[in-house]
């Protein structure tokens, strides 16, 4: 299957600063990428579509100005956390499709905390 | 409510046997995925169904789409060790495409 690549796979942040994660479509143009969240034995939520070159689009109680996605190109996504607060931690993953109607794949996953 | 149910919650099987998991809506499940993950790590893609009455196999896991598409099964035969995970499915209820709404997942273990 494609391969999505997750960085870093572990972040221990202090609360007040701001944290990146990249997501990265390694063999394919990714025209949509998806940012999750997944708390412990909960189903993902989903945080918000990304689409290259426009804005993200957010669910219903994410916060937009918190949680920034930028989707600079068709194989590259970036959520970055910011002011990031202990409630913030948890394993956010990412993402990608080719297209509609295509197998979504998922990269490794990014375990946040926030001390 | 849960849009996506994965019943049983969790399992525990012995190694060499047989098991069936399911995921079930109400809503019409347009595309449906089946992932498995270990805990802390990414969702392995195991198969995709979209067509209602389909069924498709890798190795010794099968999986199936009833003719109402309100339904998936996932069947392992002769389960191994190496089985073992969190299986979460996944699927689109919209018909537009776009994003997936996972179920919570089950935790399967296999007994050697």
């Known amino acids: 299957g494609a391969v999505v690549s997750q960085h870093p796979s572990r972040v221990i942040c202090k609360s007040g600063t701001s944290v990146k994660i990249e997501c990265r479509s390694l063999?394919?143009?990714?025209?949509?990428m998806f940012w999750y969240r997944q708390f412990p034995k909960k189903s993902l939520m989903l945080m918000a579509t990304s689409n290259e070159g426009s804005k993200a689009t957010y669910e219903q109680g994410v916060e937009k100005d918190k949680f920034l996605i930028n989707h600079a190109s068709l194989t590259l996504s970036t959520l970055t956390v910011t002011s990031a607060h202990p409630e913030d931690s948890s394993f956010y993953i990412c993402s990608a499709r080719r297209g509609g109607n295509t197998e979504a794949f998922f990269g490794q996953g990014t375990r946040l905390t926030v001390v | 409510s849960q849009e996506l149910e994965q019943s049983p919650q969790s399992l525990i099987v012995q190694e060499g046997k047989n098991l069936t998991i399911n995921c079930t809506s109400s809503?019409?499940?347009?595309?449906l995925y089946w992932y498995k993950q270990k805990y802390g790590e990414g969702l392995i893609f195991l198969m995709m169904l979209q067509k209602g009455g389909e069924e498709k196999s890798h190795e010794k896991i099968t999986a199936k789409l009833d003719e109402k598409k309100q339904q998936s099964s996932l069947h392992i035969t002769a389960s191994q060790p190496s089985h073992a995970g969190i299986y979460l499915c996944g699927a689109d209820l919209t018909g537009a495409n776009s994003k997936l709404t996972f179920g919570k997942g089950i935790t399967l273990s296999v007994r050697p």
């Open positions: 063999d394919f143009q990714a025209t949509t």
């Open positions: 809503k019409t499940l347009y595309g």
